[in-house]
């Protein structure tokens, strides 16, 4: 006889051997030894350390740099103020100079008026000699020139005319010989002679006698500076 067949859900026993498995020690937990919690409030204090030692350098080297720009900002104040000073103490002279040109114009100013009124006053003298008397005496004296036989004055006008060309010619000859004047200096030490040291013999007389003479020269000189008035 045969054995049954065996159904799908049935499975037929079978020896099985089972090889041991290596056994891996688990790990240890961690334990902390020693005050840990002091160590790392450390640690935590030493990272806060460094940061704010950073911050502090960097304000340090803009403290540092600011200082460095005062400091330059006051030397410049302080030739700013050097400056002023020396402006002020200008300024100042020059406010005194101008009060003095001002007080000096006021002077001219005032001098001026006065001697434009002296003018005017001596044109209407003038005025009023040459319409009155000045013209009466005239026509006296230029009727008995001509009852005498003589051509009559001339009018005033010429004479003064005369007087001005003349005063203006005396002025431009004074003009010209001017430079030559002032170049006679520069030539005058070349010229120089030394004279010995001294009284000349006879000084005396001669100065007696010059002294003399002197009367006579100066009266000599009154006597044509009244004939000249005269004429």
């Known amino acids: ?75 410049t104040i302080q030739d700013i103020k050097e400056q002023k000073n020396r402006l002020d103490s200008e300024r100042a002279r020059l406010l005194n100079a101008l009060a003095e040109i001002n007080a000096d114009r006021d002077k001219v100013d005032l001098l001026e008026a006065s001697i434009t009124r002296e003018c005017v006053d001596l044109r209407q003298q003038i005025q009023t000699l040459q319409e009155g008397e000045y013209a009466i005496a005239k026509g006296d004296v230029d009727r008995l020139r ?50 010995p040291r001294g009284r000349p013999k006879g000084s005396k007389n001669r100065g007696g006698k010059a002294g003399g003479n002197a009367p006579s020269g100066s009266t000599s000189a009154s006597g044509s500076a009244v004939a000249g008035g005269t004429a």
Do not use: C, F
Not at 2 to 14: C, E, I, L, M, W
Not at 26 to 43: F, H, I, R
Not at 169 to 185: A, F, H, I, M
């Open 146 to 195: 001509t009852e005498l036989g003589q051509p009559p004055l001339p009018p005033l006008q010429t004479k003064l005319d005369e007087k001005t060309s003349q005063y203006l010619r005396d002025r431009r000859v004074n003009g010209e010989k001017r430079p030559v004047s002032d170049s006679q200096p520069d030539q005058q030490p070349s010229t120089t002679v030394k004279r």
């Open 1 to 75: 006889m045969s054995a049954p067949a065996a159904g799908p859900s049935t499975v037929a026993p079978h020896a099985t051997t089972t090889a041991p498995q290596p056994v891996t020690p688990k790990p240890q937990p961690l334990v902390a030894t020693g005050n840990w919690t002091t160590e790392l409030v450390q640690l935590a204090k030493t990272a806060e350390l460094k940061k704010h030692s950073l911050t502090l350098q960097l304000h340090t080297a803009n403290i540092v740099a600011a200082h460095n720009t005062l400091e330059q900002k006051d030397k």
